[in-house]
């Protein structure tokens, strides 16, 4: 890809911590005047269902499939996540390896596009899920994320994930420039979230106006009590203000995982205090009708899920 100057705007971090200690129902901070950008901020204020690799409980992941799917079964967004292959191409894939989802082995990173094309990244599924299958699944190919805008354009809006970024260190610059160059950024049609700050903060640094999603992954300690996987924030009971804060100087909101091995890690509390603190609150993976239902009167913002039609039926 070529590489030109971006148009950056540096975080105003005081001016975020000002609008959010002002905050009452999970406000987004402003942001330049470009009518998209405030006007996607201000749509995020409402619920909104983000379908995970597309409608991945019904199709293959990250296909073509799933992701026509979940725009017929109402999603507002699509979720991508994002790896690099040997040669420098954004490739769509979730994890970091081939083995799971396609019929290849090895890094995602340690193949050319052309090796990952030859893939086939459908036929797993009719394996795993033979209630499920579909033999137009089979030989379903790996996408380039210039192949997901190149179809969609801003017809759709995208979720979407660095994964792994410190492995590819050009991805966070390459992908600002890829959204900038589709109008996407100015068009209010993309979130970024990940695990990973430093991914954040370096997207927030080259482009202020992408709002962006802090992940978080909760699970026990073996001394007892939770730990967040990459002690970015303290267990959840143990966060105050100032914890919230601190990601808000550079996101707008969370995504907490909810349950950990059929225990929930947070709860209706962390919603309200996150909320009081100027973030939206995103929760994956809910799946089951009636944890989604018990989300939504917790007052979450929106959640991932791999069924959107039940999700749709619940929020319509």
Known sequence: MKHRDLNRRPPNSLLALAASLLAFTAPLP??????GVQAHLDDLKSFKLI???GASGYAPEHTWAAYDKAREMGGDYLELDLHMSADGEIIVIHDDSLDRTTN???KVQEHNLEQLKA???GSWFNEKYPDRADETYVGAKLMTLDEVIGRYGDEVRY?????SPQRYPALQRELVETLDEAGLIESGSVVIQSFSQ????????????????QLLWYSPREEGGLKEWNDTTPAPKDMNDADFQQIASYAIGLGPNVIYRGKEVIDQGFIEQ???NGLIVHPYTINEPEQMQRLIGWGVDGMFTDFPDRLRALVD
């Not at 402003?30 to 009518?35: G, K, L, P, T, V």
């Not at 979720?159 to 994964?163: D, G, P, Q, S, V």
């Not at 430093?198 to 709002?211: F, V």
């Open 30 to 35: 402003a942001h330049a005047d470009e009518s």
């Open 159 to 163: 979720y979407i994930e660095t994964k």
């Open 119 to 121: 893939l086939d990244a």
């Open 274 to 276: 996150a909320h009081n």
């Open 198 to 213: 430093a991914s954040l903060k370096e997207i927030h640094g080259l482009n202020a106006d992408i709002p962006l999603v």
């Open 104 to 106: 290849g082995a090895g």
């Open 51 to 53: 379908a995970h690799r």
